[in-house]
């Protein structure tokens, strides 16, 4: 399945079966979001799915988050009776997650200890699309294929990979849709690039984007789009602004928009802002306070047979 898709209700209903079936050959799940915007790439139905299971939460990407937001979020999480840990699957260190993982799997060891049973504890990593699942399973690979290289013949077996003499996670990534009951979280994950751009206006996002942008972090979005100095903060004055910062020009002098657009959304993503977190630990305090455009709804009605 292609990770960015459009999700509509068979969708749904075949990620959750196929993830069902793989959560029956697990005894613990690690669970993937991205923490930039942590709430809004969890799925709402995974507690519920996992049950009984041993839980990690993992803030993955958090070499683009804030680190100061990110320890808010660790530690609200954390207070929610959650194992949490951030993590950049690009080119973090495993040690501490794996002795995360060893430490969660330790009650079902005790369960199959005292059952005297020497069972392995399997794992399986889940989440929404693009939070970075694959690259996450390809790093532990990365350390637990170096980590037994002298013991040959255990790593890569049956899509299970050993991680240590009682610890295995399964290969392939459980995925599950992301949420799009509310618009809050829906604009979020568009702004992240989890969801398909096509269903959306592409200059509605991006000036939004940039608008929530400007009000976390002023000087990161002057610096990056060459803003001039006494800028209002409208979605589409700072995209105006942005066109005119970087020359992004139209001939005749317009703005190219299109591109600016297109542009903001790809530095974005790609870090190139700084780091920042989009979805805050603590909700706005006065929910009059936030500028409307952010949060109005910015999809069109899906089209027949979506
Ligand atoms: N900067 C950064 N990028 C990441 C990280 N993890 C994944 N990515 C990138 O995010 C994108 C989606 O990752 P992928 O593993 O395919 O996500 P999946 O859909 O959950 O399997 C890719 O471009 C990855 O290189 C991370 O920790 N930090
Ligand atoms: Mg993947």
Known sequence: MPDRINWYPGHMAKSRRLLQEQLRAVDAVIELCDARAPLATRNADLKKLT????????LNKA???DDRETAKWLERFRREGLTAMRFNSNGGRTKEILAKIEEASAPALARFAARGVKKTVRFMVTGIPNVGKSTFINRL???????AS?????????????????????DTPGMLPPRMDDQESARLLAYLGSIRDEIMDTEDLA??????????NPEAVSARFKLPGDVENTPHGLLEAACQGRGWLLSGGRYDT????ALVLDE??????GR??????LPPENPRQRDQSLWNPIFRPHAAGD
């Open 141 to 147: 690979h990365g350390s637990a294929i170096a980590k």
């Open 207 to 216: 000036g939004g984007l940039l608008s929530r942008l400007y009000a976390l």
């Open 268 to 273: 974005f993503r790609a870090g190139k802002i």
């Open 63 to 65: 070499d683009l988050a």
């Open 258 to 261: 299109d591109r600016a657009a």
């Open 150 to 170: 002298d013991r040959p013949g255990v790593t890569r077996a049956n899509q299970w990979v050993r991680l240590g003499p009682y610890l295995e996670i399964l």
């Open 51 to 58: 049950r009984d299971k041993a839980r990690i939460l993992v």
């Open 276 to 281: 920042l977190t989009i979805q805050g630990a």
